[in-house]
């Protein structure tokens, strides 16, 4: 590893697990294409609209925004952070948390480059995960813990600004595991991670509710799966259920016979 990947600093005896097929999104191409294939696919999509409350009833769904009112026969719930503002069973489960993650320089560009340095996420024990980016853009090599120091906070909210203590734990990390591909920062920022208890996903029928589809924002992992979790809410939405392997996501399955 050490000879293939000489951007980990690793330790003797280290074991690290390479998935050939690995590899990473970018988020706002991806998000990109996937609105253009709706559009041209027949969706009517609305931007700076926020949808204020939905009314579910036996034959479908009101949907009421700050400038309309639309009629549906299912709708998707999907609104990330501020789920449980729609889905109020989540209140108690669905909680925001500050995400930090940083971005640096290489001392040695070689080694920083996407072909000698795969996305990783390293296990620290105690420590928590820290995940990770090679040089695909011109900030540089990306770092973040996995859901940094869990402090809770509300959406509504601007995130508190980046602190020493937030730049201190990448640093070290950087410092102790990318010393050559970590070397500079160059800048930091503030994000949200939506976790559940489970830290895994919630994509279901709300129960009691076969009108409505949830798909909660997926505990800081979700973004790669996209895709998968599209095909899963457009099953659920169409045919009331799906052929793919979802029982893990379901309601029964984080909140057993309780409520969320
Ligand atoms: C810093 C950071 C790093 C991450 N890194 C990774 C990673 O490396 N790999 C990975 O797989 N995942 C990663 N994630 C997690 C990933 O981004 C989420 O799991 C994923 O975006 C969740 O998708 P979503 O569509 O459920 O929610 P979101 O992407 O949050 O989208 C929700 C949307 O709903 C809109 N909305 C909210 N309320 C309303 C309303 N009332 N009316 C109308 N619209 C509304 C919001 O504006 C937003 O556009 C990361 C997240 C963060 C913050």
Known sequence: ?????????????????LDPQGGYVRPEAAIMGYLRLAAEDGA????????????????????????GRYRARKVVVATGAWIA?????LKANAQPIRQVVAWYQPKDGFVAEPQRMPCFLRDEGDEGSYFGFPAIGIDGVKIGRHAHFR??????????????????????????????????RVRATTCRYTMLPSEDFLIDTLPGQANVVVSSACSGHGFKFTSVV?????????????ALPTALFSFEKHFGGQSA
């Open 230 to 242: 599209g095909e899963i809410l457009a099953d659920l939405a169409l045919q009331g259920g799906s």
């Open 44 to 67: 009517v999509l609305h931007f700076g609209e926020r949808v204020v409350a939905i009314e579910p009833d036996d034959t479908g769904v009101t949907v009421i925004s700050t400038t």
């Open 1 to 17: 590893m050490k000879r293939r990947f000489p951007a980990f600093a690793l330790e003797d005896g280290e074991i690290g697990l």
């Open 85 to 89: 503002e729609l889905v109020p069973q």
């Open 151 to 184: 402090e809770p906070i509300d959406p509504e909210v601007p995130n508190p600004p980046v602190n020493e203590t937030d730049t201190e734990l990448l640093d070290s990390f950087a410092r102790k595991r990318l010393p050559d591909a970590a070397s500079y």
